[in-house]
């Protein structure tokens, strides 16, 4: 086991209920106005809305919204929820929903304390220095963005879709209730378990070093994350099975299970970035076609690796079986597992694998997936 840092200032509430209470949460932090970020309708559908509202006015929060964001997070939308920060002295940044709303709130708090472009930090050409505290209550359990620094939207007009990282994107505090997923749709479920799979075995295949108690809380997640998605598949309002697919998720990317290893990087979602970019496919779904593609073509490289996981999540010491069964559950629950399930045709390869290429060189893994090796990777989707 390697050296490590491990630092992780988020502070997790929760429980049933605990969404009613955000706006003490705010209190305590001293904040006066926040920006309040959401999707779609459903919040307000669901009662959500009323009680996070009404829970701001108890405690004298002042606040202003941003509505609209979308599975995609654009960065027009970005730039809009900026100006509105700007425009009106907002003193910290609450999200309501999904990775997809948080992602856009800790991209708003970055931009919101400085005079350029926001795109700017996710193209490497300035470094995070500040942003304004960010707040979050979760909806959806995937990304482990409650409890992590990181925040992937994509430039509308360019079509790239680039990440930024910084613990001062951390939230100030998360609200996790598991009865706000219980109306999550039964495609969404799927997707975010393929998500939360990709965030726990892309350093479990790449990294170097990789000591075993990581290999085994890697492994504990990937089959919570089985399990209650079978269950929660069946019966979409089971507590418990909710809960702890939430819990999972957020270990997944919090950066528990990296700690001590060495040269991990993140292939599949390297190049999933571009299918979604290119072809707007739900983040999850497009994981699902690229995960078993990339793991044919990755296994040789680490193949003691694959044969553990095959060995430990499938019973089999068959590292092709490991791959094979994966693939089946991921089409078992309802995700696409070959590109034309994804509506994306094989002559769109090439544009993919072009846009993949510029990701692979902004995050500094384009000496290992050039444009070729990412053609060939996608041809086994």
């Known amino acids: 086991m390697n050296n490590f840092t491990y630092y992780n200032p988020t502070k997790i509430e929760f429980g049933k209920e605990k969404?009613?209470?955000i706006g003490e949460y705010?209190?305590?932090?001293?904040?006066?106005?926040?920006?309040?970020?959401?999707?779609?309708?459903?919040?307000?559908k669901n009662g959500l809305y009323e009680k996070i509202i009404d829970s701001l006015n108890k405690n004298n929060i002042e606040f202003e919204e941003l509505s609209?964001?979308?599975?995609?997070?654009?960065?027009?939308?970005?730039n809009e929820g900026i100006n509105l920060a700007k425009e009106n002295k907002i003193?910290?940044?609450?999200?309501?929903?999904?990775?997809?709303?948080?992602?856009?709130?800790?991209?708003?708090a970055v931009g919101a304390k400085y005079d350029g472009d926001v795109w700017d930090f996710f193209i490497n050409k300035s470094q995070i220095m500040e942003a304004l505290p960010v707040f979050t209550v979760m909806t959806l359990s995937a990304t482990a963005s409650e409890m992590n620094g990181n925040a992937v939207i994509m430039n509308d007009e360019t079509k790239q879709?680039?990440?930024?990282?910084?613990?001062?994107?951390?939230?100030?505090?998360?609200?996790?209730?598991?009865?706000?997923?219980?109306?999550?749709?039964?495609?969404y479920l799927a997707y975010s378990a393929v998500d939360v799979i990709a965030h726990s075995i892309e350093v479990y295949f790449t990294a170097k070093v990789h000591p075993h108690f990581n290999?085994?809380?890697?492994?504990?997640?990937?089959?919570?994350?089985?399990?209650?998605?079978?269950?929660?598949?069946?019966?979409?309002?089971?507590?418990?099975?909710?809960?702890e697919f939430a819990w999972a998720a957020t270990q997944g990317l919090n950066g528990l299970t990296p700690a001590g290893t060495e040269g991990g990087n993140f292939p599949n979602h390297m190049i999933e970035h571009s299918l979604s970019a290119l072809y707007n496919v739900a983040h999850g779904a497009g994981l699902?076609?690229?995960?078993?593609?990339?793991?044919?073509?990755?296994?040789?490289?680490?193949?003691?690796?694959?044969?553990?996981f095959a060995r430990e999540i499938f019973n089999s010491d068959d590292e092709n079986v490991g791959i094979e069964k994966l693939e089946q559950w991921f089409n078992k629950i309802g995700a696409p597992i070959t590109l034309s399930d994804a509506n994306i045709p094989k002559e769109g390869i090439g544009s993919l694998a072009e846009n993949a290429y510029e990701t692979s060189k902004v995050w500094g893994m384009d000496k290992i997936y050039s444009k070729e090796i990412i053609v060939e990777i996608l041809e086994k989707a």
């Open 215 to 243: 290999s085994r809380i890697v492994e504990s997640i990937i089959k919570t994350i089985m399990e209650t998605t079978e269950v929660l598949l069946e019966n979409p309002n089971d507590y418990n099975a909710r809960a």
């Open 91 to 108: 003193s910290a940044v609450l999200a309501v929903g999904g990775g997809s709303v948080v992602d856009s709130a800790k991209s708003i």
């Open 68 to 78: 609209g964001v979308v599975s995609n997070p654009l960065l027009s939308k970005i």
């Open 288 to 308: 699902a076609v690229v995960i078993p593609a990339w793991m044919k073509w990755y296994k040789e490289q680490n193949i003691s690796q694959f044969k553990r």
């Open 161 to 187: 879709k680039y990440s930024i990282a910084s613990v001062l994107l951390n939230p100030v505090v998360s609200v996790i209730n598991p009865e706000l997923m219980a109306t999550v749709s039964k495609e």
């Open 26 to 44: 705010l209190k305590q932090a001293d904040v006066k106005k926040v920006l309040l970020v959401y999707g779609g309708g459903s919040v307000k």
């Open 19 to 21: 969404e009613k209470n």
